[in-house]
């Protein structure tokens, strides 16, 4: 079946712009995760969604970013007042929460901020 | 959050064993062991993971020590394919967000 997909797969803005950031997750996963990644790094925890809540959003670096998931299925990522150290990888994973929570990553958004 | 360590970089043969350790002294009884890999331009992939005892499926094998504290990650027969970062992550029973450290980047050569 398909996997995760996330649109668009480069953005490129300047300094002090607002992008949004999708995700598609698997068919009939409750849970959602964002990451994002720096070049050399391993990716790092922003946000998890069970169903349409945010049941953490500790990672989230500031309140410029935000995300929702309305209706339990797809999921936007929204950066408010972009700056040039949110250029990154957004990587978004999907799990049924069942058994051994296995988290299926989608190919990720590279993100630069000019 | 129990914490990983791996060797920054790791080579192997083609078509030959590899094993890719794992140290996590810190780890609490509850703590799944999960590994992925992280192919160039990818996502990460998820390849196993375990509890307590030795895991095998189609990808690799999971050696688990016998007091927990590390693990190793065996490519049976590494190809070409097999060339990318490896990541060894804690998860705590229960709960849900993955804690990467910065992994272990695996060269095949041919």
């Known amino acids: 079946g398909a996997g995760v997909s996330q649109t668009p797969s480069n953005k490129v803005t300047e300094k002090g712009k607002y992008v949004e950031l999708r995700c598609d997750p698997i068919?009939?996963?409750?849970?959602l995760y964002w990451y994002r990644q720096s070049l050399g790094q391993g990716p790092e925890f922003l946000i998890y969604?069970?169903?349409?809540?945010?049941?953490?959003d500790s990672g989230l670096p500031n309140d410029r970013f935000f995300a929702v998931r309305p209706e339990g299925s797809v999921s936007t990522l929204k950066i408010q007042r972009t700056e040039r150290g949110d250029s990154a990888v957004y990587l978004c994973?999907?799990?049924?929460?069942?058994?051994?929570?296995?988290?299926?990553f989608g190919p990720g958004t590279r993100l630069t901020v000019l | 959050d129990a914490k990983t360590t791996q060797p920054n970089s790791m080579e192997s043969n083609e078509e030959e064993p590899v094993h890719l350790p794992c140290n996590h002294s810190?780890?609490?009884?509850?703590?799944?062991i999960h590994w992925y890999r992280q192919l160039p331009s990818q996502g990460p992939e998820y390849v196993i993971h375990?509890?307590?005892s030795n895991v095998n499926n189609r990808m690799a094998s999971l050696a688990i020590a016998e007091d927990r504290k590390s693990s190793t990650l065996i490519l049976h027969r590494a190809t070409l394919r097999d060339a990318a970062v490896y990541y060894c992550i804690l998860r705590a029973s229960g709960t849900y967000k993955y804690i990467f450290g910065t992994g272990t980047r695996l060269k095949v050569l041919a």
């Open positions: 810190t780890i609490s009884g509850t703590d799944y």
């Open positions: 969604f069970q169903g349409t809540g945010a049941a953490d």
């Open positions: 068919s009939g996963h409750t849970a």
């Open positions: 375990g509890l307590t």
């Open positions: 994973a999907s799990s049924s929460r069942t058994g051994s929570d296995t988290q299926y």
